[in-house]
């Protein structure tokens, strides 16, 4: 285990704030003016200039998603009550009854106002502009747990049982692309630059499909399923990015090898003792952030070594992220620990 001693760490805390119970998630508005937080009470928090703004009070139900339109003008929440909420501007400007879903899953497109998000086993696109429902997509072999839309906002995957199911946004009713697997993909993501999509399965593998290749890469050996997974935006010299995936209480960070027949090679980080709830590489950068149980919050850098081990959270980091520029990390913990340090 390292254990890190630094005279001048590179991240110091600069706020500390409360919300009454554990952090749910955490999402930055696009040109990083404001933090929004939600919580297992059903808060909603915005954090702007030093200040935490209350939008939404505590309900006794748990918000689970939390996500700003990539031109910041909404904001959109959504859990256990089963509605998804729209804010514009700090104001409330719909609500979408869906109960008795849960809805633990929604993304922005990153092209358009254009919402996903889960509804058991379906998922419906929402266009906040024009306040209408674009589609409903059947996922047909289980609920939703995982939404992701591609960077150029062409394609939407959602995953669940079965594998991942793609949707091209161009055309809906085209049958979707299926990347077919015998168990669960838990957690997904598209790689930023669009040319990988990855999968986390409750079998303890990680699946990697290079888009337009048919054959996806397999990587198996782990402790435990697959929670979390993360991209780099930053790529290596092959003009790949790295991916880190998190199983119990170890990461793993992939780097596309230069021959084909070794595909991607693994390199295991282990620090911390509990399991972990969240990984994210800092933008345009190869700096790697992992938020745990054990309340520690790992910053590995360039070489996967800890940098820096940042704490807070008494009960354990519940979930984390990166400013948009990368000078300002945010994490959430299990006691409603809202924490911030700058670089």
């Known amino acids: 285990m390292n254990f890190i001693s630094s005279k001048s760490p590179e991240f110091q805390q600069f706020y500390s704030g409360k919300l009454a119970d554990y952090v749910t998630a955490l999402a930055w508005s696009g040109d990083g003016n404001i933090l929004a937080a939600t919580s297992g009470a059903g808060e909603v928090k915005l954090w702007s200039n030093g200040e935490l703004i209350n939008l939404q009070s505590e309900t006794g139900k748990s918000l689970?998603?939390?996500?700003?339109?990539?031109?910041?003008?909404?904001?959109?929440?959504?859990?256990?009550?089963?509605?998804?909420?729209?804010?514009?501007?700090?104001?409330?400007?719909?609500?979408?009854?869906?109960a008795p879903a849960w809805v633990d899953k929604l993304a922005w497109s990153y092209t358009s106002n254009h919402l996903a998000f889960s509804l058991g086993r379906y998922v419906q696109v929402w266009d906040a502009d024009r306040e209408d429902i674009v589609v409903t997509l059947n996922f047909e072999n289980s609920s939703i747990l995982g939404i992701d839309w591609r960077k150029d906002g062409q394609y939407l995957a959602i995953s669940g049982y079965k594998g991942v199911k793609i949707w091209n946004s161009q055309n809906w009713d085209e049958e979707p692309y299926v990347l077919s697997?015998?168990?669960?993909?838990?957690?997904?993501?598209?790689?930023?630059?669009?040319?990988?999509l990855a999968s986390g399965n409750m079998d303890r593998s990680v699946t990697v499909l290079e888009w337009e290749n048919p054959d996806p890469w397999v990587m198996r050996g782990f402790p435990g399923k697959i929670r979390h997974l993360a991209w780099s935006e930053a790529k290596t010299s092959v003009g790949a990015p790295l991916l880190a995936s998190s199983s119990v209480e170890g990461v793993v960070v992939w780097e596309?090898?230069?021959?084909?027949?070794?595909?991607?090679?693994?390199?295991?980080?282990?620090?911390?003792?509990?399991?972990?709830?969240?990984?994210?590489?800092?933008?345009?950068?190869?700096?790697?952030?992992?938020?745990?149980?054990?309340?520690?919050?790992?910053?590995?850098?360039?070489?996967q070594q800890v940098k820096q081990i940042l704490t807070g959270a008494l009960a354990g980091f519940s979930s984390l992220a990166w400013h948009p520029q990368g000078q300002f990390l945010a994490a959430g913990g299990?006691?409603?620990?809202?924490?911030?340090w700058s670089q």
Request: glycine letters at 8%; aromatic letters at 10%.
């Open 334 to 340: 299990e006691q409603g620990e809202l924490l911030m």
């Open 64 to 98: 689970d998603c939390i996500a700003f339109s990539p031109d910041g003008k909404y904001l959109a929440v959504g859990g256990q009550d089963g509605k998804v909420k729209i804010w514009r501007e700090n104001q409330l400007i719909t609500t979408l009854e869906n």
């Open 181 to 196: 697997m015998s168990t669960v993909s838990i957690a997904m993501a598209w790689s930023p630059d669009g040319q990988y």
């Open 256 to 303: 596309k090898s230069a021959d084909e027949s070794v595909g991607w090679e693994a390199k295991v980080l282990t620090n911390h003792v509990d399991i972990i709830n969240a990984i994210a590489f800092a933008p345009n950068s190869f700096f790697l952030a992992s938020a745990a149980a054990d309340g520690w919050l790992c910053l590995w850098d360039e070489n």
